[in-house]
């Protein structure tokens, strides 16, 4: 029996592809399947692509005819195929550590409860560099410094103190989670460009507790071609507050069913989210007219 399925979405990284794959099939843990799925790409990914095509650990090739606009929908298609008991979106430009299985699959053996586990992550450049980790992006909100230690806690408790602020599990390449938990949340919202995996974390953690480990067993790669690149080019400020505010109405149509004090505490940030954008497209409207 498949434990681990590997979705590898990409678009456009075929530089970046030998290196992730190569990743993947060198884990000291190796009961797992890779599912690759090619969102219309027009470089040279499908030549790369290829040359895994009767790699035993390759189960299923998939290349979209058009593409799909959205790497939430490529997430969806992958579990679809997915036959492991936990899923691991590794993203085509990121890279593994050589135990990145091993030491997150642990917690969710042992741990019935836990439905997501996840590591911290190197900052790592276009051409491989590593110039630092990414501890800092939850310094401002982790006054107790409790992500230099390893630690496993209720998810909803996580939720409280980290994730309802800001999206504190900033890669999908340092995640492992339970299959069963993503179907029960409905899967990743295909109609988000962006902030799609940050809602997804949200719902999960209803369900159980989360594993995190300050080892950086992810490297995760920024250039000029990444999702985050092309969302910042090309969104304006209100655009990025809307859908913001998409995001906390969604999860406040899930969290009335789920749990109604996280409900109350989203409640706040979809005010605080509408005013804002509401004062940025304002901005807007008024630098066009200047």
């Known amino acids: 029996m498949i434990k681990v399925s590997v979705i590898v979405p990409n678009y456009n990284h075929h530089k970046f592809l030998h290196a992730r794959l190569d990743s993947i099939l060198k884990q000291t843990y190796q009961n797992f399947e890779i599912i690759i799925l090619d969102d219309c790409s027009t470089d040279q990914s499908r030549d790369v692509i290829e040359q895994y095509r009767h790699h035993p650990k390759v189960s299923h090739i998939i290349y979209n005819t058009k593409n799909s606009g959205s790497t939430f929908i490529q997430w969806n298609t992958g579990i679809d195929y997915a ?3 936990y899923i691991w979106i590794a993203e085509s430009d990121d890279i593994a550590a050589t135990d990145f299985l091993e030491k997150l699959i642990s917690p969710l053996e042992h741990e019935y409860n836990v439905v997501l586990a996840y590591s911290q992550s190197n900052r790592m450049n276009e051409v491989g560099e590593i110039t630092g980790t ?9 006054f107790k410094n409790l992500f230099q ?7 909803s408790a996580y939720i409280q103190k980290f994730l309802i602020f800001k999206n504190t599990i900033p890669n999908a390449s340092a995640v492992l989670f339970r299959k069963t938990a993503y179907l029960a949340t409905g899967g990743a919202n295909s109609k988000l460009f962006t902030n799609g995996d940050w809602l997804l974390w949200l719902k999960l953690l209803t369900q159980g507790q989360i594993f995190y480990t300050s080892e950086c067993l992810n490297n995760f790669r920024y250039h000029s071609n990444s999702v985050i690149a ?6 304006d400020k209100a655009e990025i507050r809307k859908r913001n505010v998409f995001l906390r109405q969604d999860l406040a149509a899930f969290l009335i069913k789920e749990n109604l004090k ?3 505490l989203n409640q706040i940030f979809l005010i ?11 901005s807007s409207v008024l630098k066009k007219k200047s």
């Open 83 to 85: 036959q492991g008991e």
């Open 134 to 142: 990414w501890l800092d992006w939850t310094n401002s909100i982790d």
């Open 149 to 155: 230690n390893d630690f496993c806690i209720l998810g």
């Open 230 to 235: 092309q969302a910042h080019k090309s969104l």
């Open 262 to 264: 996280l409900y109350r």
């Open 272 to 282: 605080k989210d509408t005013i804002r954008f509401y004062i940025a497209n304002i």
